[in-house]
């Protein structure tokens, strides 16, 4: 009669990483400029201004996007004049 014994192993670091060459530190990116920070924040600005304004324009329009109220939508943000009646 055998008996099967079965014993605990801790592997140690060494067993792994047998001839392996370790990795190059990551390079920094390096932080943008005061300038490309400043227009970052005003272009993010501008986007979250023209969603306000389109969801009010589809809001006054009943939530409906039919082709003459997208053309319509269009037209009004490259002229930027949200508030006059049409």
Known sequence: MTM??????????SDFHHGAVPARPAKRVPRPGLFARILDALIETRARQADREVGVFLARRGYRLTDSIEREMNERMFRGNWNSPR
Do not use: G, K, L, S
């Not at 099967?4 to 670091?13: L, N, Q």
């Open 4 to 13: 099967e014994v079965i014993m605990a192993y801790a592997a140690r670091p």
